[in-house]
């Protein structure tokens, strides 16, 4: 009896707590005083322009970037205060698909999806090639790549083998990073139902980064928008927007709106506002 | 109007101002010079003992020594064997004429041999190394770095450290103590050649001559040498590519810096492990000196 009430009680904790999060590269700020709670199953979409802290903010979920002031905390441990080996021991737990599929380029994909089972799990070779096919064909892909470099493969295979690579250990937390930046609008959709398909399939939390809006709309439970911090001012929060996908368009803040309608910022900081997005035309 | 008016207003700061800001600015530059130093230096130590640390505390996996040992050692024979090869020629070339005049060549021998095995070999060997294998290796986890795959290592539960760095590290000790030995025998085999079948110098006076001064602790000091700079080279390499700046430009920088550094400390090493290891010889052969 006591125990299901112990595990009620873990299963109502979030996943992933971060709290007063400062996060700084020497002397240039990247994210400032970010409080955010992820519950387990949630799929949570941040969005924001480039250069905001989205992937910044990712990867410090995974200890992958030290904050420089508040703490990440991952079911329960607090990443900053875990020794490197308990660190290496708990990101078994996440899948991290990156931006440009980040996979080791002197290994076939047979090898990339099967390294984490080679290096944390004692299965025969073919065992391991069974996981790998089923992960790939998971994926939409066929078996027959599996023996290809990832070079000979095109960007959008590319983030398959990520993703299939990511699912390898059948992790509880799935962290997307741009998962569809550089495709094409199909291959995008595409992805995005894959997304959705593998959280349907497992009991899976997930955190999208993306500034497309497309992606965010279908695949999230839940939308955070973050603000580039040089186009803040002192004491504004850096979190815009937090809330469903359905009422982002209505949030007060107007530069949400606009992100979210893809119009440049021209009614919100005059001749400033489109100078700081990089699009102004000077002279 | 006005504006040109109010510049011919300003006064401009009269010499000694500006010898005191010049000095200051010096001074600051310095300081920045020094932090800057002392932040490189720091960062090496640290990683470093992180390195050693993974290495004593796991064993690394043998799928990640076998390609380094490779890559370390078997395909850098050729450059080292090809270059002692024209360092032991070169160097009968240079000291011939010298010790002609003063009818000294039988002792060449002796000379071209102890150069080889106490300092040339290691040296050069060393030196081919962190061109061949180091600045490759910058260059290679500093592509890692900046695509990424660094990061998806750490992110799939394999630390980068144990993963990258450790077999690196164990492939230059365990292997420059072979290519040093190669250096110094076709060094030796190169200086005999020129000078035995070139410069008609007798080979049984050479080889003599090169017994009576070359001691086994003389090849001990060379091969003990190289260990250190194998050290130094895979250190300052692995460090150079896991902090290497982003783009192609970065990359660039990790391999060029990685061979000016390894270069310098080899060079600094060598010096003070040349003072060292006198010292061990000279206590515990103090007729050694005597003899010379």
Known sequence: MSRDVDEDREDARPLVEVRGLDVAFGAQEVLRDISLEIPRGQTLAIIGESGCGKTVLLKTMIGLVRPTRGEVSFDGHDLQSLSEKELTRQRIRFGFVFQNAALFDSMTIEQNVAFPLRQHTAMTETEIHEVVLARLAEVGLAASVSNKKPAELSGGMRKRVGLARALTMQPDILLYDEPTTGLDPIMSDVIGELIVETRTKYPITSVVVTHDMRVAQKVADRIVMLYPLPQLEDEEAQILYDGPPARIEEAEDERVGQFVRGE????????????????GIRG | MNATAANANVRRPGPVLRLVGAAADAVADFGKLMVDWAVSVGGITLFSVRVVSWMVTRRP??????????????????????????????????????????????????????????????????????????????????????????????????????????????????????????????????????????????????????????????????????????IAIALVSCHRGFHCDAGAEGVGRAATTAFVYSFVIILVLDLALGIFLDAIYNSIWPEGMKMM
């Not at chain 2, 061949?132 to 630390?159: C, F, H, K, P």
């Not at chain 2, 290519?179 to 076709?186: E, Q, V």
């Not at chain 2, 003599?208 to 070359?214: D, F, G, I």
């Open chain 2, 61 to 230: 996996r043998r799928e990640t020594l076998l390609p380094n040992f490779y890559q370390v050692g078997v395909l850098s024979l050729p450059v080292v064997a090809l270059t002692g090869t024209f360092i032991g020629m070169v160097l009968a070339v240079q000291s011939y004429v010298q010790f002609r005049v003063m009818h000294l060549e039988t002792r060449l021998g002796a000379v071209i041999n102890m150069t080889l095995v106490r300092e040339l070999g290691p040296v050069l060997a060393a030196t081919m190394l962190a061109g061949r294998v180091g600045s490759a290796m910058a260059a290679e986890l500093g592509t890692m770095r900046v695509t990424e795959q660094i990061d998806a290592l750490a992110s799939m539960g394999a630390n980068p450290i144990h993963y990258l760095a450790v077999p690196r590290l164990l492939a230059c000790v365990f292997m420059i103590p072979s290519l040093t030995i190669m250096a110094d025998f076709m060094g030796v085999a190169g200086g005999y050649f020129y000078s035995v079948h070139v410069l008609g110098i007798d080979m049984h006076h050479y080889f003599t001559n090169s017994e009576q001064y070359v001691g086994s602790f003389d090849i001990f000091s060379g091969v003990f040498k190289s260990l250190f700079f194998g």
């Open chain 1, 264 to 279: 440049a910022k021209a009614g919100v900081g005059g001749e400033n506002g489109i100078r700081d997005s990089g699009f």
